[in-house]
């Protein structure tokens, strides 16, 4: 049975904070942020905004644009790493909001949990109910993916400026118009590491930064290489020796924690295919240097990084690689339209890769391309660390959806905050009754009890 995303909705706060206006307070070249990193602004949640009502916004317009009702969905997962119960799963908090609107025990049946694995979890959501489609078990019922988060660092730190948040949901189904899954190809790597995590209690991660950038595209080309694997054997795709599994995707979206990061991880990742090919002679003949290799190219990842040397001059070939005119095709052709969203939204954790690939169909689309029969490959990352590739196929009906796609209508008239507005937010120093915008048609947080007894009860409305 055939499994995939048959519809994609989402919910993006309205508040954000401007690259210039940041750099500005920090004492940042704003070049940084905004050719360095590709940020330009990051969503900031209000006073009255929580990971739950974001997720629970974008599953209302998902099932009212659909004209679902809560006895069509069999399961709704939430995935997200901004929880705040360390036992009470997201999505009964977003079923509860959800019955304000269907009416109470709408949704008495429609299992789920909430899953956890950094950034990667929305990915093995994904995974498991499409499955669950896959088996029969959904007897006709869609399932409902949310990936919801609230990407918040310490002020200060380097992660500050890769900030952001906004909710992603896929409803998933067996006639999907959108994307059907490859089957059997679905491949993960997964090692236990501290390259960010955040601890009990705590609101904001420990990272270290550099540290994950290397492990999340080490982690993702060893998952590439599973899928690989799966890939030939299962037949799905036939190579011949000049070409790389790279080429056999016709789009190519990355987890974006910002992003730049999405062009590191690509030109990594392609840097790596093409070495073993004939074309790469070409290149390097282009390029005019050789490959550097670190002194000791066993090492581990500090080893590496603490290769000054061998960091400098990788950096410089992979600023020349990325202007060979071979790469510059891959790169415009199948990347850079899942970025556009990213830089105008920022960093969504688990929702950063859906927020691409919802990014990509719109401004693919603009250009006049025919979607129908494209392949999709996925790369996903998690911190701590996991990755999943994966691949599926644009449908035939894909237009149905993807002509209405309009990111600056769906996420409606911005707010840009100033650097006082920011600061009070972030330090939370406001309740949720001095929230600076009145949301209308949106689900909100109205109070988070303190008492001994019900300490941590949450109290949501729907706002007509
Ligand atoms: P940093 O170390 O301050 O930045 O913070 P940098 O020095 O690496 O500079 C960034 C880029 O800007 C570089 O470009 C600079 O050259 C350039 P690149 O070399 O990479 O091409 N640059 C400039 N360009 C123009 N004009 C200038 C200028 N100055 C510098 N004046 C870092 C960057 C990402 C480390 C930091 O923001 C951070 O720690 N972020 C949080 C961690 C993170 O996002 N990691 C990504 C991989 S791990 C992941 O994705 C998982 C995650 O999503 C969590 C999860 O899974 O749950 C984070």
Redesign the pocket.
Known sequence: MAAGIDDIAIYIPRLYIDAADFARARGL?P??LQ???GVSQMAIVDANQDPACLAANACLTIMQKNKLSPDDIGRLYVST?SAFDESKAMNSYVIGMLEQVYGQGAFEHCGGVETKF???SGSYALYDNANWIRAGEAEGKHALVVVSDIAK?DMGS??E??QGAGSVVMLLNDEPRLLEFDPKVTATSIKDEY??YRPFGKETPI?H??Y??LL?MIQVRKALEAYKKKVISSGLIRLKPDETILDHMDYINM?L??S??GK?ALAYLVRHEWRQLPRWKKILEAIGMDEPRPKDPRGTIESVLADDEFMEKD?EFTKMFTKTKEYQEVYESKLSSSLIASSMIG?L?TASLYLGFRSSLEFEYQKGIDLAGKRVGFGS???GSSAMVFSGVIQPEYEQIVKNMNLEVEIGERRRLTWKEYEELHENKLSPEESMLHAKKEFVLVDVQTKTETRGERRYVFNE
Do not use: R, W
């Open positions: 070249d070049i940084k050719k360095g990193l790493e950094a950034c990667v660092y380097s992660g400026m890769t390259d960010f990272v930064g550099q994950s950038n999340y987890h924690p910002y730049n990061m590191k950096h960093n954790y990352y998690g911190s």
